[in-house]
């Protein structure tokens, strides 16, 4: 093949690969995976940090809602704050959908909130301390848009986490703030909210009364902040530990996940592209049962899937919703995994872990190149090609 030929074919894969990857569908928009533009806003030389708690209307403890859509939120973006503001005991965290039943989770699982936004409403007319919006499908949907606005009216600090920064800055409570989110979605972001004051290398960023998070696996860092916010750096730190966290610190290289010729692009045409082309997908069953824990849980389902070589399902008995080791209630897709499917057992112990474990299966099965691509779609800097 020419060598000018050959030149064109991978400059193409490179421009395909980085509108593929990212929280939702938003990042397949042209122009979201570009380099940042000139004098945008570099990130800040300090630190960000949350401002911490301020009792409101006489409640003991802050009231934390993380909200998603049923149609399709991201997976990890709403399971891994749920999990370990839970497992903090600091404040009460309601999981919450727009509507009531099943939320389709992505790329994978079912799960159930335990209210709907009218519901959280009346519980807490007030409204909530904080609000933790994760990327979803249907980002301008009109219910979640209003109700965000709501609660920033009633004076919560909203949190998104990867794209959910997208939410925020369609609602308007973004506006003249600073804010990150997914990489690849920095162009879109910078072309469609001028308004907001976009800040890259940062896992996340607190400004006032919102505060957003880089791609899917910041949510560790984000949630870990929040805690630190509500409860002191003390607290933070034993749940860090408790859940297999290194640190909290908002220090990240955003643009080291760019596709870039001769870096990274063969990973991410792998899992975008040639997985899919080439190999059958494989089916992975995860059991659930009673218990189980939700961060693992979301992490293992979330990475194999985004292999692009397996589908994964959440084993558990037939009719039945099975509540989580923090009451998150995820309902089974399938009764056993089926003839030729992989049966993925998943550890409790130090849940945040379970990323690390499986990108090493994901290496081992289908090779480094796909579970390095996988890392750089989840955002995660601690594994590299």
Aim: hydrophobic share 45%.
């Amino acid at each position: 093949m020419p060598s000018n030929r050959l030149l064109s074919i991978r400059v193409s894969m490179l421009v395909l690969a980085g509108f593929a990857v990212g929280c939702g569908p938003i990042a397949a928009d042209p122009g979201s995976a570009s380099p940042p533009a000139a004098g945008a806003m570099a990130a800040p030389t300090i630190e960000e940090h949350i401002a911490p708690y301020r009792a409101r209307f006489g409640r003991k403890r802050p009231v934390i809602a993380i909200v998603g859509v049923n149609s399709g939120t991201e997976l990890t973006d709403y399971v891994i704050p749920y999990g370990v503001l839970r497992q903090a005991d600091v404040a009460e965290v309601v999981a919450v959908s727009t509507a009531a039943g099943p939320m389709t989770m992505r790329p994978a699982l079912r799960v159930k909130a335990g209210a709907t936004i009218a519901e959280f409403d009346a519980r807490f007319p007030d409204g909530a301390d904080y609000v933790v919006v994760p990327a979803v499908v249907q980002r301008a949907d009109p219910v979640l848009l209003g109700w965000v606005r709501a609660q920033a009216s009633k004076g919560g600090t909203l949190v998104s986490i990867c794209d959910g920064a997208l939410v925020l800055a369609a609602s308007g409570v973004l506006d003249g703030h600073r804010a990150t989110a997914h990489w690849a979605t920095d162009g879109y972001r910078r072309k469609t909210y001028p308004q907001v004051r976009w800040v890259e290398d940062r896992r996340y960023v607190a400004d006032g009364k919102v505060v957003s998070s880089a791609g899917i696996s910041a949510a560790i860092p984000a949630s870990l902040a929040l805690i630190e916010a509500v409860a002191g750096h003390e607290r933070a730190a034993e749940i860090a530990a408790e859940i297999g966290a290194h640190d909290w610190s908002p220090v990240h290289d955003s643009r080291s996940f760019h596709p870039r010729l001769g870096r990274n692009l063969s990973a991410f045409a792998a899992t975008q592209y040639l997985n899919g082309w080439f190999h059958r997908p494989q089916t992975i069953g995860i059991p659930v049962s009673a218990g189980t824990d939700e961060i693992a849980l979301a992490l293992a389902a979330d990475a194999y899937t985004r292999s692009g070589r397996a589908h994964v399902f959440a084993v558990g008995s037939a009719g039945t919703s099975i509540e989580t080791r923090h009451g998150l209630v995820v309902l089974p897709d399938r009764t056993q995994t089926g003839p030729g499917g992989l049966t993925v057992e998943i550890a409790a112990d130090r849940p945040v872990l379970t990323l690390d474990r499986v990108l090493a299966d994901i290496a081992h099965r289908y090779g480094r190149r796909t579970a390095y691509g996988v890392a750089l779609d989840l955002e995660y800097p601690a594994f590299h090609g």
